[in-house]
């Protein structure tokens, strides 16, 4: 497998990612929003044999402080270490770039939340505005 990015040009294919996912990605205006977005902002993807399976793309709201704009592995290719591994890439991309903080957020209510509580092993807390982040000890800075 092969990590592209951060320049990538193949929304069609981030879109069909997108779709193999429609309990996540079920309102179309969205989802073609976010494989747009795949092309404007910086976003790696896991391609393997030609084809991408995964992807994210972020988003730099402040000179330290970055955003984990979209993400998501082919239905397919779910739970195989390649959001890991995507994600783990995503954050060295971010600390190159001068970042300090890398954020994740998720609907509060939504039905696969649970899945998420995991996440690399981050700590997880409610936040304001209904939506899940990482506690602030849990920035991409080392100990």
């Keep these: ?5 951060p320049s990538l040009q193949r929304s069609a294919e981030v879109e069909a990612v997108l779709r193999t996912l429609p309990a996540w990605f079920g309102i179309e205006d969205a989802l073609r929003m976010y494989a ?10 896991a391609q393997l044999g030609g084809e991408i399976i995964g992807f994210v793309t ?3 709201h402040f000179p330290q402080a970055w955003e984990v704009h979209c993400m998501a592995v082919a239905a397919a290719r779910r739970h195989q270490g390649i959001g890991s591994r995507l994600l783990r890439h995503a954050e060295q991309y971010v600390r190159t770039e001068g970042g300090r903080f890398l954020q994740v957020k998720a609907e509060v209510n939504h039905p696969l939340r649970a ?3 995991p996440w690399r092993g981050h700590r997880w807390r409610t936040g304001r505005a209904g939506c899940i982040r990482h506690a602030p000890s849990s920035s991409i800075e080392g100990p």
């Design 1 to 5: 497998m092969d990590i592209l990015g």
């Design 36 to 45: 747009a977005d795949s092309a404007t902002r910086p976003t790696f993807a």
């Design 58 to 60: 972020l988003t730099r």
């Design 115 to 117: 899945s998420l509580a």
